[in-house]
């Protein structure tokens, strides 16, 4: 039995694209019809955007939502992170000690955009208290037992 030779991607078979062909009668009032489409998800996207900006950052609360409400989410949502945070670097939170609801509160308004995970928020964290004179600086590693061995 002899292995399958390798087969290059479909992609470098494909015929170079060609540009778009010039819209027809028929099809000139179905793009005109799109237009609006696409301003209304532009407005959509940037509200969703002020939304999370409310949400995550303490942005300004766009209009026609509920102001308490939304205080009340952001503020639960910060404190979810804070647990999860606390859980993953329990140094941080020691470091932070009773202000730890104030010191996260405050790092959190301070980011722009959500972290992209709860280990880079809490090591976020943990360098932003760093930053402040909270927390001291990780001790250097040690050196292994083994590494007498080497040259």
């Known amino acids: 039995m002899t292995p399958e030779p390798a087969r290059a991607p479909a992609e470098a078979h494909a015929p170079p694209a060609e540009a778009p062909a010039p819209l027809t009668d028929a099809q000139a009032p179905l793009a005109d019809a799109q237009a609006p489409l696409a301003d209304a998800q532009a407005r959509l996207a940037d509200a969703q955007a002020r939304v999370v900006a409310a949400l995550i950052?303490?942005?300004?609360?766009?209009?026609?939502?509920d102001r308490e409400r939304m205080r009340a989410q952001a503020a639960s949502l910060i404190a979810k992170r804070r647990g999860i945070v606390a859980r993953i670097r329990p140094d941080a939170a020691i470091a932070a000690g009773p202000d730890l609801a104030s010191e996260f509160a405050a790092y959190a308004r301070s980011r722009t955009a959500p972290p992209p995970n709860y280990r880079t928020d809490a090591d976020d964290f943990a360098a932003w208290l760093r930053?402040?004179?909270?927390?001291?600086?990780p001790p250097g590693r040690k050196p292994r037992w083994w590494s007498r061995l080497l040259p």
């Open 57 to 65: 950052a303490g942005g300004d609360i766009p209009d026609g939502f």
């Open 131 to 137: 930053d402040r004179g909270r927390m001291p600086e």
